[in-house]
């Protein structure tokens, strides 16, 4: 079992320990079987425009109820839904219209169980301190515990996002994320999560963007942890397309996913909230993936997944749109890559 709260600092040797006396006492943390999704079932001569499509990277909030979610999907073609809830909430300049949380995520998935896949949702305020990460605490405990349980029920198929580094930004809808994080992806606390995605082979989507102290440290924590499943979120933090390709060739772990990367305007897809050196795009603003890019996909097909990134609640209004963008996207790769990273990746990896 995980130590208790009243525990000495968290040790990793102890930890791993505790994880696998758990796994062989066969107590509540043992993994019980994660539940079964029907496969999705799309004809070979289905066309970009309509074979189905999985939003791996998106989010939810308190106010945006299932069957709305439900109506956005069946408007756009979209099968399934990872959703990763949104713990923050509108605080003294902060306005981030979130507030969701992992048993409403569970609620949604048992009453639509083939359309949505919850995540434990790691966008919290509790992990917005630098200390946390380094030298974990009894709230950390509590929550490697919670996650723990969470991930052992086999409701709860991965976990994320996990924000480690972050630019702040202000949008047009009054959305304002105040929060510069910047924290180490191969800290203790983010190890002792690592340790988690290994053994229930629950994938961990992490944002960090490619500045080249973070993602060295990124590396790190993937070089580290071979058994750990790794979702670098938003094309590796951005990263250039020889970047990735060194990086997926040499670590078979890591995966990307590509969530907002089709955007145009505010978004990660751009140069939004800050452009930078070490920022790199995947289509341009008329909708052309970039032949560098389309080159790594179709090198890389089994890699990739595909996603929104819908985190805040008003920003729902955009969702037809980069629907489509995603289908434009899909309609200038291969048709077996288009397929791959339009659903078939998602499939498998849920699957292991």
Known sequence: MIPCCCAPPLDRR????????????????????????????????????????????????????????????????????????????????????????????????RRFPERFVPFVGMQRGILVNRNRWLSPDDVARNLLAETDRKLASGEFFGMGEFMLRFYPYTTQLGVVAVSDMDFPADSSLMRYFADLSARYRAPMVIHCEAEPEAAEAMERLVERHPAAVVVWAHNCGRSSA?????????????????????????????????????????????????PEMRALFEEFPDRFFVGTDRAHARAWIYHDFLARRWRLFFSQLSPPTARKLAFENVERLFRR
């Open 14 to 109: 102890a930890f791993l320990l505790a994880l696998g006396a758990a796994a062989l006492a066969g107590c509540a943390q043992s993994a019980a079987p994660r539940r079964a999704l029907e496969p999705l079932q799309a004809p070979a001569d289905r066309t970009s425009a309509d074979i189905p499509w999985i939003d791996f990277h998106t989010h939810l909030q308190r106010r945006v109820t299932a069957e709305e979610l439900i109506g956005q999907m069946d408007r756009t073609g979209v099968a399934r839904m990872v959703l990763m809830a949104l713990y923050y909430g509108d605080a003294g300049s902060a306005v981030n219209d979130g507030e969701g949380t992992d048993e409403q995520a569970a609620d949604y998935a």
């Open 242 to 290: 020889p970047r990735i390709r060194e990086m997926l060739r040499r670590y078979a772990n890591l995966h990307a996913d590509l969530g907002l990367m089709v955007s145009v305007g505010e978004g990660y897809g751009t140069w939004w909230p800050r452009r930078t050196p070490w920022m790199h795009l995947v289509m341009t603003p008329e909708g052309t993936v970039l």
